[in-house]
């Protein structure tokens, strides 16, 4: 009995003992059920009733990748919706690369890329160079190339310090909320995530509410701007730019705008403005942005281009000698003074300042029309190292070769120095011309021979020595009708070829060439166009040109086909003067769409 007492006791103890562990581990997993519960149910409290400051999770949460956790990342993390994958971006369709920012556009006529400012965009074509030039020198190692940038990491176990240009960095970064804008700081969060999310339509729809809620807040009225700028970039629409450009003006009005605000405000206002060729409006905008921020000098180096961009060499080089004055070794302001001084033909003194502009790497300066000039003027002087600077421009991406250094090309055409009549597929035109050649020559004839000043000179300092005249028919893809009524059987011979007239890039034109001239090395301003030169009189000897390291002579009723994107020079040691009919064409790889989108140079 007692036994039997015992051993129930026992098995009830045992029994107590399993209740309680089991018991405990309940209790264990019960708590973990309550926690999923709770953070599935904060979930749903995110999703359906915005509970969250979601600046203040920044980026622990982020599911959906866009930097922050938000409704999106709830979302993802019910399972409601997937993961968003990131793609890659893709290029415009045109595939047309220009160098980089303030790129000039070049002259239609035998010149270089011109020494005049322009807004559209440029970068060269990555193309088979020939055979490279000697040189003497190695290429400046002061100038970053892409072989002589390398990049090494290490991974250590350490925490990482922040450096002082991070801390400089966050400090710096700019201020663009007044002391209310603060207290609606979630209501602008809310406008602006959908911006950032590329919702355009709908930030513009939130922040233009914000606006008629609050019509003194800076940062709302900020925002409809930006929503404005990005949907007119998204729709193409010059209005929209333009509403955008006026509300920008409307946050610099408003009292109380911080200044980190103006400041952004009103250098977008700039750039918008030039982008819609509002020159001077633009000009104005930069003089504001100095006159209130008279101690930054970047905003002094904008108002310098802002200058240039309206051709106010004058005024651009007023301001650069003040730059220099206060910061005498500010790269950009040293290339563009450079720039400028070889626009007004002063060689020597541009040298230096070029030079010391591209070595210094500053933002602004790393651009291929800079590297352009100064490896011209280093060959106008005789020295060598020119055509370091232009090996130099081509590891940067500028040129498409040492000797093809054209600034407006479209990547992918065929690139040679010399063509044949077939490989241009304009054998038509060519036998045309060849056909006609004494009909074409005594129209130029007696233009030239009447002294009616039709033969203009060449202004833009590519000859050394000499006198050079030219007589242009068609300029920019238009035809020069008070040019054609002094030749008109040539101008009706050629209105059945849309591959010389239609070229917008090009020219159509006489040149004659007085004994004793030199033309300096050049090149053309894109590589779109072939050109032909047709022989009408040419000397029997002394007339030659180069072009990269191939030199010819003309002949009389006989065409010549060259590339001008590559550097040509040419020599007039005869007796009398030469004279030949230059015609313009397409690059025969030109797509119809290209020949008609392509911009007029």
């Excluded at 036994?3 to 019960?30: H, L, R």
């Excluded at 201020?175 to 995530?193: G, M, P, V």
């Excluded at 030199?518 to 040419?538: A, D, E, K, S």
Aim: proline share 5%.
């Amino acid at each position: 009995m007692i036994k039997k007492q015992v051993n129930t006791v026992t098995n009830s103890g045992n029994t107590a003992i399993k209740s309680e562990q089991k018991t405990e581990g309940n209790s264990f997993f019960s708590w973990l059920l309550v926690l999923a519960l709770l953070g599935a149910w904060l979930s749903v409290g995110v999703v359906w009733f915005d509970l969250v400051d979601y600046s203040a999770l920044g980026g622990v949460y982020d599911a959906d990748g866009d930097g922050d956790f938000d409704v999106e990342d709830a979302k993802v993390l019910l399972g409601l919706i997937e993961k968003p994958v990131t793609v890659a971006s893709t290029e415009n369709p045109l595939g047309e690369r220009e160098s980089t920012s303030h790129s000039p556009h070049g002259s239609a006529s035998d010149a270089e890329p011109s020494l005049e400012f322009k807004t559209e965009e440029s970068r060269p074509a990555n193309q088979i160079s020939p055979e490279l030039p000697p040189t003497t020198q190695p290429v400046p190692t002061s100038v970053s190339t892409p072989e002589s940038i390398t990049e090494t990491t290490e991974f250590k176990e350490e925490p990482s310090v922040e450096s002082k240009e991070e801390k400089e960095a966050k400090k710096k970064k700019p201020k663009l909320l007044n002391k209310f804008d603060k207290t609606i700081k979630s209501e602008i969060n809310a406008a602006e995530k959908l911006r950032n999310k590329g919702k355009f339509e709908e930030s513009l729809r939130a922040f233009e509410a914000l606006v008629q809620k609050f019509p003194q807040s800076p940062r709302c009225r900020y925002g409809k701007a930006q929503a404005e700028d990005d949907l007119a970039e998204k729709i193409h629409s010059n209005e929209m730019l333009l509403k955008a450009v006026n509300t920008y003006r409307e946050v610099a009005e408003l009292p109380d705008v911080p200044p980190d605000l103006i400041k952004a405000t009103l250098k977008r206002r700039a750039e918008r403005q030039q982008f819609l060729g509002r020159t001077r409006g633009s000009l104005a905008t930069s003089e504001k942005l100095v006159q209130i921020f008279p101690e930054d000098i970047s905003l002094k180096n904008d108002l310098g281009v802002a200058h240039l961009l309206l051709g106010d060499n004058k005024g651009a080089k007023r301001i650069y000698e003040e730059v220099l004055a206060r910061a005498p070794h500010d790269g950009f302001a040293k290339v563009h003074y450079g720039f400028i001084l070889k626009s007004e033909n002063k060689i020597a003194e541009s040298i230096p300042y070029l030079r010391e502009g591209l070595e210094s790497g500053e933002p602004g300066t790393d651009d291929g029309r800079f590297y352009f000039h100064l490896g011209d003027a280093l060959q106008r002087t005789g020295d060598k190292s020119a055509y370091d600077w232009y090996e130099a421009g081509h590891r940067q991406g500028h040129f498409a070769s040492v000797w093809q250094r054209s600034l407006y090309n479209v990547p992918g055409l065929r690139a040679q120095p010399w063509w044949m009549a077939e490989e241009t597929r304009y054998t038509a035109l060519v036998k045309m011309l060849e056909r006609n050649w004494l009909t074409i020559r005594d129209e130029a004839l007696s233009v030239l021979d009447s002294n009616s000043g039709q033969f203009l000179p060449e202004d833009e300092y590519l000859r050394e020595t000499g006198d050079w005249g030219q007589f242009t028919l068609w300029q920019q893809g238009r035809k020069v009708a008070s040019s054609c009524r002094y030749v008109p059987k040539t101008c009706a011979l050629l209105e059945h070829y849309p591959e010389a007239t239609s070229c917008k890039r090009g020219q159509i034109k006489f040149s004659v060439m007085q004994a004793g001239t030199h033309v300096w090395p050049h090149t053309g301003p894109t590589n779109c166009r072939l050109r032909m030169h047709l022989g009408l009189v040419i000397p029997s000897k002394g007339c030659r040109i180069r072009c990269t390291n191939q030199t010819r002579s003309w002949e009389e009723g006989k065409v010549l086909i060259f590339d001008d994107s590559f550097e040509h020079e040419v020599w007039q040691e005869a007796e009398s003067y030469r004279l030949i009919f230059i015609v313009d064409v397409w690059h025969p790889q030109l797509t119809q769409l290209q020949r008609q989108t392509l911009s007029p140079i």
